[in-house]
């Protein structure tokens, strides 16, 4: 008699080769209408699964994670950020947590430096403008946007993504400053030509365009407060690819509007999907769905990096990108 395969459970629709791989190799169980799982839907697929996948999507508290059965073992996340899983609950629960870094690195950089020019020059209100058929021919002072090059950039978080953002900026001759948890090596800010500053709030008065890289965590949450937007330059720009908690949309919302901040682009909201209803009707401010990472290419290595964990993990041995608490 074959051995029974391992029944994963998936919790939103993934690629089309990533599923097929799947369903050949365990019992995969697909979400096909690719809705977003309900508390209870969470709980049962906890109950019944061997492994369970998640997204960003799924609220993995500790409702979900009592109510693991006994099969499970190992809750495979499709995607880096774990922040949606209480990964001490499922560590102490005898749950093993992984994730896919690394992968959308270079997608998520390429789309913070298209956010910049968009926000920088304007490419929006300009789109928006022609296509209504407002234009009416060029002026000395139409659209009116600012110049990349020598604006100095600040990035907050110098991890993959962050040093990726860095290496396209300096392309683009921007001047490049940094603040980071810990200063990265003198080889790394040679390379990049990096200025690293230990004084958050020192960096955030001196930059033309801030963005945001590094992860939301307890102490990440509302890094960029009321306080520290305050400390920005009137013409500067806010981007952020991250993760929308990082920043306190309302007060930057409010900031935009009175003309207190140049502009912003944004890929990620505090309350998502919801967005504050006060940055949709700002013509400063460009808008993206969560899409920093919507790359066929990029996704569908996720679901391979998925499908590793798993194997290696069912194999018996560590899986390349388990979590581990201590990491957070």
């Keep these: 008699m074959a051995a029974r395969k391992p029944k994963v459970i998936v919790t939103r629709k993934l690629p089309q080769p990533v599923e097929a791989r799947m369903s050949a190799l365990f019992e995969a169980v697909h979400n096909n209408d690719d809705h977003a ?3 209870d839907e969470l709980i049962a697929a906890a109950g019944d699964a061997d492994v369970l996948v998640s997204t960003i999507t799924d609220r993995i508290d500790t409702r979900v994670i009592e109510a693991a059965g006994s099969d499970l073992k190992l809750i495979a996340n499709f995607g880096a950020g774990v922040d949606h899983i209480d990964v001490n609950a499922a560590t102490a629960r005898g749950l093993t947590v992984t994730n896919t870094p690394g992968v959308l690195t270079e997608d998520t950089a390429d789309m913070t430096i298209a956010l910049m020019l968009a926000a920088a020059r304007r490419l929006v209100e300009g789109s928006n403008l022609a296509q209504s058929g407002g234009f009416t021919g060029w002026t000395p002072t139409s659209m009116m946007g600012r110049r990349m090059r020598g604006a100095r950039l600040g990035i907050i978080g110098m991890g993959r993504i962050g040093q990726a953002v860095a290496r396209r900026a300096r392309a683009f001759g921007l001047e490049v400053h940094y603040h980071n948890r810990k200063r990265v090596g003198t ?4 390379e990049l030509s990096a200025t690293y ?4 709030d020192q960096m955030l008065a001196r930059m033309d365009i801030i963005t945001v890289h590094c992860p939301h965590t307890p102490a990440t949450y509302h890094l960029l407060s009321g306080r520290r937007l305050h400390l920005l330059q009137s013409h500067a720009i806010v981007i952020n690819t991250a993760r929308g908690e990082i920043i306190d949309e309302a007060v930057l919302a409010n900031l935009l509007a009175d003309g207190a901040l140049g502009g912003a682009g ?3 909201y505090e309350h998502e999907p919801a967005i504050n209803p006060k940055l949709m009707k700002l013509p400063n401010v460009v808008l993206l769905p969560h899409m920093g990472s919507a790359t066929v290419e990029g996704r569908i290595e ?3 990096k998925v ?3 798993i194997k290696t993990f ?3 041995h560590k899986p390349p ?4 608490p201590s990491m957070l």
Excluded: K, P, Q, Y
């Design 37 to 39: 799982f309900t508390l």
């Design 187 to 190: 080889r790394i800010e040679a």
């Design 197 to 200: 500053w230990d004084s958050l």
């Design 266 to 268: 944004l890929d990620v």
């Design 302 to 304: 996720m679901g391979e």
């Design 307 to 309: 499908i590793i964990n």
């Design 314 to 316: 069912l194999d018996g």
């Design 321 to 324: 990108d388990r979590v581990i």
